[in-house]
Nanobody
Framework: QLQAYGGGLVQAGGSLRLSCAAS????????MGWYRQPPGKQRELIAR???????NYADSLKDRFTISRDNAKNTVYLQMNSLKPGDTAVYYC?????????????????WGQGTLVTVSS
């Protein structure tokens, strides 16, 4: 399972770093990503990173947000700078996880529970 944390209340112009750690009987993790869902809106992609560290971003966020990962810790991070009130949202992480059950390998996309980021003006 994935556990996201690091959200909270921050003033406009401030920074936050979100973390998301995967736990369990994990064989490997492929792509990891961050998404967000602003109030009353659909969930949107922020950034994704593969196991080799290659990244892709939503164009509107790439100048202020940075995704990274620590493969040894099965953790993905999102550094958010110059935050704006419009960044207020629930932030979700996901990961393509391969687990071993007995002698079988199973790959699925796991989602974290979400962490709320509120940016005040």
């Amino acid at each position: 399972q994935l556990q996201a944390y690091g959200g909270g209340l921050v003033q406009a112009g401030g920074s936050l770093r979100l973390s998301c750690a995967a736990s369990g009987c994990i064989f490997s993790i492929g792509n990891m990503g961050w998404y967000r869902q602003p109030p009353g809106k659909q969930r949107e992609l922020i950034a994704r990173i593969n196991s080799g560290g290659s990244t892709n971003y939503a164009d509107s966020l790439k100048d202020r947000f940075t995704i990274s990962r620590d493969n040894a810790k099965n953790t993905v991070y999102l550094q958010m700078n110059s935050l704006k009130p419009g960044d207020t949202a629930v932030y979700y992480c996901n990961a393509d996880v391969t687990v071993v059950t007995g002698t079988q390998y199973k790959t699925f996309t796991s989602w974290g529970q979400g962490t709320l980021v509120t940016v005040s003006s």
